[in-house]
């Protein structure tokens, strides 16, 4: 298999993000043949479809990043058991203007810690809808959510429970085997 690239989405803002730890677990769990970089949504503007004519320089390259990787990854938490303010505001942005969605056909997968049991589901089933609407492929199966614990977690991404350790690195291989299905069907 072909090497593929990965923009992958923190969707905290927090400087102490579980999620980015998260991430970080992810990036050394995942199979080599798999590049990951980072779409920041820190620094966009509130979306207005008064921008549509002319977007500002943090639209332009939020949709340059999208378009120039094979597939993406939202690693989020869940707020007021939905998707977070500033992350939706990022779909938004990358899906207009009309007619320029940027996640159409993308592939896509979805993964979020939470301090809560239920590990971000209700959020993670907000965001699959939004995700449906933009057209993007998504991995459906196997589900991720994550109820962290700094036990099993250590801050710089390394995991401390087999079990879970094993659970996340099939994750991501699964992630790598529905970024090539799709890809050979719908190429970029
Ligand atoms: C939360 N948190 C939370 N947790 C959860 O499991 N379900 C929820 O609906 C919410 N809602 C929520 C709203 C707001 C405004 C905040 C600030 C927090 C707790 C959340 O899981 C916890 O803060 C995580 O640490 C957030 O992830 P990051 O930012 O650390 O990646």
Known sequence: MRTYTVGYFVGSLSSTS???????????????????????IRDLPLYSPDYDTH????????????????????????????????LKNAIDWASRPWGQNSFDHI??????????????????????????????????????????TP????DDGTIHNADTEEFLRNYMTEFRNHIHRVLTVLPR
């Open 18 to 40: 579980i999620n980015r730890i998260l991430s970080k677990a992810l990036i050394q769990l995942a199979p080599q043949d798999l590049e990951f970089t980072e779409i920041s």
């Open 55 to 86: 977007y500002p320089p943090e639209g332009v390259a939020l949709k340059e990043a999208i378009s120039a990787v094979d597939a993406v990854r939202f690693i989020s938490p869940e707020y007021n058991r939905s998707i977070l303010g500033a």
């Open 107 to 148: 592939p896509t997968a979805i993964i979020g810690a939470s301090i809560g049991a239920i590990g971000t589901a209700v959020g993670q089933q907000s965001l699959r809808a939004v995700m449906a609407f933009c057209n993007a492929r998504q991995m459906t199966a196997p589900e991720a959510y994550i109820h962290y």
């Open 151 to 154: 036990e099993v977690f250590g």
